[in-house]
C-alpha cells in the first residue's frame, strides 16, 4: 500500500513569511496527526485530527499555525508569519482510528532565515 | 511531558543483542508502552508495544517490569542498519490516543 506522501520536502523561508505543508495519509486511516521535530528532539504533537475534526490541538501555537482537512482526507498545516524558532521537521502521520501503529510519512523540513 | 526517560546514546557490536532501557516511574495502569526508532531523514517507524505483558515480534522483543515502572527493548541481532534514534513512548487514553515522544536514544551498531 501506499504510504504517507507529504509536500514539499523542503522548504526555506525568511521569517514573517507564509508557509503552507501538505500531507495525503494512507487510504482508509481517519485518524491524521501533524507533528514538529526540531533537531536533536523527538516529535511533539502539534494536533490531531479524527476524520475532518480536531481531537487535539493543546501544543499548536495558535497565533501563527493553523490546520484543516476538510474533507477528511489530506490535510494542510499553515504558518504565518514564520519565526526563526519554527525551523524543524513536519511530520504528519496517520492510522486507523482503533489501531495501535501511526505512519509517519517522510517529514518536510523547514529553514526560516 | 514526556513521560519516559531513555540514556541518549547507546553502542552495540554488529551481531549482538541490543538492550535499550526506558524509564516510565509514573506511568498509569491503562498506559501502553510503545517503542518507535526513527533512521536518518526518515520518519519514525513503529516497533512493538505491550501493557503488561511480554512482548515479541520479527522485529524485537520487550519486557516490561512488574511493576510497569520500567521497560527494555531488545533487538536480538543488531544490524548496522539498526543504527537509528529509538523512542520509548507512553500512549495515553483520555477519549483519544495521545504519545508522548521523549528525546529517544541513539543507538550506534559498530561493526
Given amino acids: 500500500e501506499a504510504g504517507v506522501a507529504q509536500s514539499p520536502r523542503y522548504k526555506i523561508i525568511e521569517k514573517r513569511q507564509s508557509v503552507a505543508f501538505w500531507c495525503n495519509p494512507?487510504?482508509?486511516?481517519?485518524?491524521?496527526?501533524?507533528?514538529?521535530?526540531?533537531l536533536g528532539q523527538g516529535p511533539k504533537l502539534?494536533?490531531?485530527?479524527?476524520?475532518?475534526?480536531?481531537?487535539?490541538?493543546?501544543?499548536?501555537?495558535?497565533d501563527r499555525f493553523s490546520a484543516?482537512?476538510?474533507?477528511?482526507?489530506?490535510?494542510?498545516?499553515?504558518?504565518?508569519?514564520?519565526?526563526?524558532?519554527?525551523?524543524?521537521?513536519?511530520?504528519?502521520?496517520?492510522?486507523?482510528?482503533?489501531?495501535?501503529e501511526q505512519f509517519f510519512g517522510p517529514g518536510t523540513r523547514l529553514t526560516v532565515l | 511531558d514526556?513521560?519516559?526517560?531513555?540514556?541518549?546514546?547507546?553502542?552495540?557490536?554488529?551481531?549482538?543483542a541490543a538492550n535499550l532501557p526506558c524509564n516510565h516511574s509514573t506511568i498509569s495502569g491503562n498506559e501502553y508502552v510503545y517503542w518507535y526508532r526513527q533512521i536518518h531523514s526518515q520518519g519514525p517507524q513503529y516497533i512493538i508495544h505491550g501493557l503488561k505483558n511480554n512482548e515479541t515480534n520479527e522485529m524485537a522483543s520487550l519486557i516490561i517490569t512488574e511493576d510497569r515502572k520500567s521497560s527494555t527493548l531488545i533487538l536480538p541481532h543488531a544490524t548496522l542498519r539498526d543504527t537509528?534514534?529509538?523512542?520509548?513512548?507512553?500512549?495515553?487514553?483520555?477519549?483519544?490516543?495521545?504519545?508522548?515522544?521523549?528525546?529517544?536514544?541513539?543507538?550506534?551498531?559498530?561493526?
Avoid at chain 1, 486511516?29 to 526540531?38: P, V
Fill in chain 1, 26 to 38: 494512507i487510504s482508509g486511516h481517519a485518524t491524521l496527526y501533524w507533528y514538529q521535530q526540531i
Fill in chain 1, 46 to 62: 502539534l494536533i490531531q485530527f479524527q476524520n475532518n475534526g480536531v481531537v487535539d490541538d493543546s501544543q499548536l501555537p495558535k
Fill in chain 1, 68 to 100: 484543516e482537512r476538510l474533507k477528511g482526507v489530506d490535510s494542510t498545516l499553515k504558518i504565518q508569519p514564520a519565526k526563526l524558532e519554527d525551523s524543524a521537521v513536519y511530520l504528519c502521520a496517520s492510522s486507523l482510528p482503533d489501531n495501535n
Fill in chain 2, 2 to 16: 514526556a513521560k519516559t526517560t531513555q540514556p541518549p546514546s547507546m553502542d552495540c557490536a554488529e551481531g549482538r
Fill in chain 2, 84 to 111: 537509528a534514534v529509538y523512542y520509548c513512548i507512553v500512549r495515553v487514553y483520555n477519549n483519544f490516543n495521545k504519545f508522548y515522544f521523549g528525546s529517544g536514544t541513539k543507538l550506534n551498531v559498530k561493526p
